[in-house]
């Protein structure tokens, strides 16, 4: 039988609670970050330079970037967060339900997934600059 102090029983407690939650706590979305967010990650697939593959034909970036501004133009009511942003307009054909795809340096994924990633670290970025850590010195 393993026996585990009360001390390091609770601090293995706190860990695993830490682990669970602090991210979930992290990247919960607010609807009053959304069009800040959304305007970012139209900003950062304009200035990506990936190829964008949408309905069987392939679009620069700043094709692609102008066609999800126009899809939020027509559907804000649709996306009162970033998440639902890339779920609800970039991610899928709203007239074929195909999947969006991108590719980046040879590497083609779903372009919700790419999405996805650059909010977390935008988020996570944005985290870091408001608790004042720059980098510096690091």
């Given at each position: 039988m393993?026996?585990?102090s009360?001390?390091?029983?609770w601090?293995?407690?706190?860990t695993v609670?830490?682990?669970?939650?602090?991210?979930?706590?992290?990247?919960?979305a607010?609807?009053?970050?959304?069009?800040?967010?959304?305007?970012?990650?139209?900003?950062?697939?304009?200035n990506?330079?990936?190829?964008?593959?949408?309905n069987?034909?392939d679009?620069?970036?700043?094709?692609?970037?102008?066609h999800?501004?126009?899809?939020?133009s027509r559907?804000?009511?649709y996306?009162?967060?970033a998440e639902?942003?890339?779920?609800?307009?970039?991610?899928k054909?709203?007239?074929?339900?195909k999947p969006?795809m991108v590719?980046c340096?040879?590497?083609t994924?779903?372009?919700?997934?790419?999405?996805n990633?650059?909010?977390?670290?935008?988020?996570a970025?944005?985290?870091s600059s408001a608790?004042?850590?720059?980098?510096a010195?690091?």
């Amino acid at each position: 039988m393993i026996t585990i102090s009360p001390s390091r029983w609770w601090a293995l407690v706190a860990t695993v609670w830490i682990g669970l939650f602090l991210p979930a706590a992290i990247s919960h979305a607010d609807p009053a970050q959304a069009p800040k967010e959304i305007e970012h990650l139209l900003e950062f697939v304009a200035n990506s330079g990936c190829t964008f593959h949408r309905n069987g034909s392939d679009h620069d970036s700043v094709d692609a970037a102008d066609h999800m501004r126009l899809k939020y133009s027509r559907g804000k009511r649709y996306a009162d967060t970033a998440e639902h942003f890339i779920d609800r307009l970039a991610s899928k054909s709203s007239w074929t339900g195909k999947p969006y795809m991108v590719t980046c340096s040879n590497q083609t994924e779903p372009s919700g997934e790419w999405l996805n990633r650059e909010l977390n670290h935008y988020r996570a970025a944005s985290v870091s600059s408001a608790s004042g850590e720059t980098g510096a010195g690091t």
